[in-house]
């Protein structure tokens, strides 16, 4: 039997409209429009798309955006400069510094330059710590997403089974404390797990968050998983062009699972929609009026 698939595009859709609803009813009400500033340094061509589609999502959504392009010899004082610039911006609600940085600069020093009030992806230490301990916080785009998609599909995830495979701070690490927050019973593994196969059988939630393209295959899928693929990997074909698969065998996963994200199509479209989503509270948040309900 074949799984669903989730459809991440249409339900990034339907987000960002609403997203985009409530930036009129901002405006119209409070006089506030909602700023979202990224910034890219270097010429690393994924994260070149990246940071376009953000930007057109984010104009497409009523916002204001800036887009600031920084060499790839960047200093990080220059980093840090224009991120005090943006600190001190009233025009301003989100900060977002795409990552990679060049390898000279620091980029924790530099996410813990970010206001945190401004931090829409969730990465300063203040959010994860306060996201961590269930207070109000700003969330990590890509795990918000891959929750909305998973709550949409499941209802309610308490004492539900979720093992999330990568331990990276951009999703691993959120998407288990988010998980938890959720009442699921939460695994984390990675590259030093023993019997992977196994742990990912035990999933009824599975998460793939490893950058390794097509490494869970279909019998480390549980029937009737639901499957969450977070990996984007560009792979060479014998043909000489290249397509984009995910960390997860779709192909033999969409055999066994009950549903699954493709990719693409899955996770990616969401972390742009959660991003807005991000940059309207934190607006909200930092005019001091009250938040739109975005889940
Ligand atoms: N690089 C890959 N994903 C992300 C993300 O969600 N945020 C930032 N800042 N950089 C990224």
Not at 73 to 97: F, K, M
Not at 223 to 235: E, K, L, M, Q, S
Not at 284 to 295: N, S
Request: proline fraction near 6%; charge should be negative.
């Amino acid at each position: 039997m074949s799984a669903n698939i989730i459809d991440g595009r249409e339900f990034a859709l339907k987000l960002r409209a609403r997203v985009a609803k409530q930036v009129t009813e901002l405006k119209a009400d409070h006089g506030l429009m909602p700023g979202l500033a990224v910034v890219l340094a270097g010429d690393d061509p994924a994260s070149q798309v990246y940071v376009r589609n953000k930007n057109v999502a984010t104009r497409e959504a009523g916002m204001k955006s800036e887009e600031i392009r920084l060499a790839d010899d960047v200093s990080q004082a220059d980093v840090l400069e224009i991120v005090e610039r943006l600190n001190a911006d009233p025009s301003i609600h989100g900060i977002l510094v795409q990552l990679p940085l060049p390898s000279q600069v620091d980029e924790a020093a530099i996410i813990d330059a970010i206001d945190p009030a401004k931090d829409v992806d969730g990465f300063h230490v203040i959010n994860t710590g306060r996201q961590a301990v269930g207070l109000d916080a700003m969330v990590p785009c890509t795990p918000t997403g891959c929750i909305m998609m998973l709550k949409d599909r499941l209802g309610d995830l308490s004492g539900l089974n979720a093992v999330v495979v990568g331990r990276s701070n951009i999703v691993g690490k959120p998407m288990a404390s988010l998980l938890l927050g959720e009442n699921c019973t939460v695994t984390i593994a990675h590259s030093r797990t023993k019997d992977l196969p196994a742990i990912c059988r035990s999933a009824d939630i599975l998460v793939a968050a490893v950058g390794r393209p097509e490494m869970i295959k279909g019998d480390w899928v549980k029937p009737g998983a639901t499957v969450i693929d977070v990996g984007v990997n560009r792979i060479a074909l014998d043909t000489g062009k290249t397509r984009l698969v995910g960390d997860v065998c779709f192909s033999e996963a969409v055999e066994v699972a009950g549903a699954i994200t493709p990719v693409p199509g899955g996770v990616g479209p969401m972390t742009i929609a959660c991003l807005l989503a991000n940059t309207v509270t934190a607006a909200c948040r930092i005019a001091g009026v009250p938040e739109p309900e975005i889940k």
